[in-house]
């Protein structure tokens, strides 16, 4: 896959090392090191992501670490066991002090990276500033995992820092975008995209695979019966993931299928979030609506389903978890928001935002293709994942794009040292 970036550069992945393998003219050479900084390490697309591309990375190139503004998250644990070492700036609730901008500067020139990723808006804006820091020209890659509808739809502390980036867009040596939709919008918040190019979430197809035993023990944990439906929507608990609109949905679906089931998993969607039961209180939904909260088993709840829904109203650009239901050949049904239409490319529905009535219409049309009809859809769906969205090939284009950097970097530096030697 090659990649055709704004600034006329043409990444080749195919030409690069693969993960695991150097190529002859690297054997022995000193490993690259790649820091990695990101708001904090719980469970998210991003994070997941940086966590896939950590584990896949070539170790005999690179040499990851990794720095988390904030003191928290799960992933934590996962990455280090990877034996890549995560520090902290221990920023409080993402809000920089002098204190903590201090702290990473200093992290920074102890690592002395060769190159810095940032991952999302504070770690693409801590991945500057550590760039400013260092002595020479060490490049700050920015990874915007986002889209960005209106910036009303933000917290104030996350505008502030979208609209600080786009003053500083033209300082990054290169801008990651996972989505087209998220480069044209942030285009249009001013960002310069000219140094900018699309890599898609990478998809794990050996993990995210069809699975009969996961359907049967599922259903065995919640209580329900082996031919039950069971329509499900995975993604922590925020305004964004519009978990109203889905069990809206899911309350007119029941009226017509009493056979279906519904499943809420991720952080927050447990019984002790107040607000989601007495909604399902009220859509009478109780019996039939299982709450399961933050798991890590996401392989086998995904490929249980017999539809993935995705409800969200706004802010997702590539979602990860689409591309692991399409993987475990479960067919979608996603809200028109990020590059999501794009990812399913006719193999499942596609509904506005906020829109139960549609969504729900959308689920119904994929249950009454029966059996046969959604298992269809659904090997059309892992067949496009397998096709463009695995893991393997992200990776490849990650590390195509950062040996495209240092390059640049070497022949800047070159450059400076010829100039300085001829004065």
């Not at 020209?137 to 933000?154: D, G, K, Q, T």
């Not at 607000?275 to 798991?295: F, M, N, P, S």
Request: include cysteine.
């Amino acid at each position: 896959m090659t990649l055709t970036a704004g600034a006329g550069i043409a990444i080749d992945a195919r030409s690069q090392p693969k993960p695991g393998k150097t190529s002859v003219s690297m054997a022995g050479a000193k490993p690259v090191k790649i820091l990695h900084i990101i708001n904090d390490l719980a469970i998210g697309g991003a994070e997941i992501m940086l966590y896939r591309l950590l584990s896949e990375k070539s170790r005999q190139r690179f040499n990851p670490v990794v720095i988390s503004l904030m003191d928290r998250g799960s992933l934590r644990q996962r990455i280090e066991e990877l034996g890549i070492p995560v520090y902290t700036a221990r920023m409080k609730r993402g809000l920089p002090t002098p204190a903590s901008i201090w702290r990473l500067i200093r992290l920074v020139r102890e690592i002395k990276p060769d190159l810095i990723q940032g991952w999302l808006y504070h770690g693409s804006l801590a991945a500057q500033i550590g760039s400013f820091s260092l002595p020479g020209r060490i490049p700050a890659l920015w990874s915007i995992h986002c889209s960005i509808y209106s910036l009303s739809f933000e917290k104030k502390l996350t505008a502030a820092v979208v609209r600080i980036c786009a003053l500083l867009s033209r300082l990054a040596a290169w801008i990651i975008f996972v989505s087209r939709t998220s480069q044209a919008q942030h285009k249009a918040l001013g960002y310069d995209v000219s140094k900018s190019c699309v890599v898609p979430n990478g998809i794990d197809t050996s993990l995210f695979a069809p699975s009969i035993e996961a359907k049967t023990s599922v259903r065995s944990e919640l209580g329900i019966p082996r031919e039950a439906l069971l329509i499900g929507v995975i993604g922590r608990y925020h305004a964004m993931k519009d978990h109203a609109n889905f069990l809206r949905a899911a309350a007119l679906i029941a009226t017509t299928h009493p056979e279906v089931h519904f499943l809420l998993a991720g952080r927050e969607l447990d019984h002790e979030n107040r607000a989601l039961a007495q909604l399902i209180r009220e859509l009478r939904l109780e019996d039939r609506t299982h709450l399961v909260g933050e798991r890590t088993d996401i392989a086998r709840l995904v490929a249980a389903l017999d539809i993935f829904c995705l409800s969200s109203s706004h802010g997702e650009s590539f979602p990860i978890i689409v591309g692991e239901a399409m993987s475990s050949a479960v067919p979608c049904v996603v809200t028109d928001v990020g590059d999501s239409a794009w990812i399913l490319s006719g193999t499942g529905r596609v509904t506005p935002p906020r829109d139960a009535p549609a969504l729900a219409a959308a689920c119904v049309d994929l249950l009454d293709l029966g059996q046969q009809g959604r298992e269809t859809l659904g090997q059309a769906a892992r067949a496009r994942v397998v096709d463009l969205f695995s893991l393997s090939t992200v990776v490849a284009e990650y590390e195509a794009l950062y040996e495209t950097m240092l390059a640049r970097a070497g022949a800047s530096d070159k450059r400076i040292y010829q100039t300085v030697g001829e004065a």
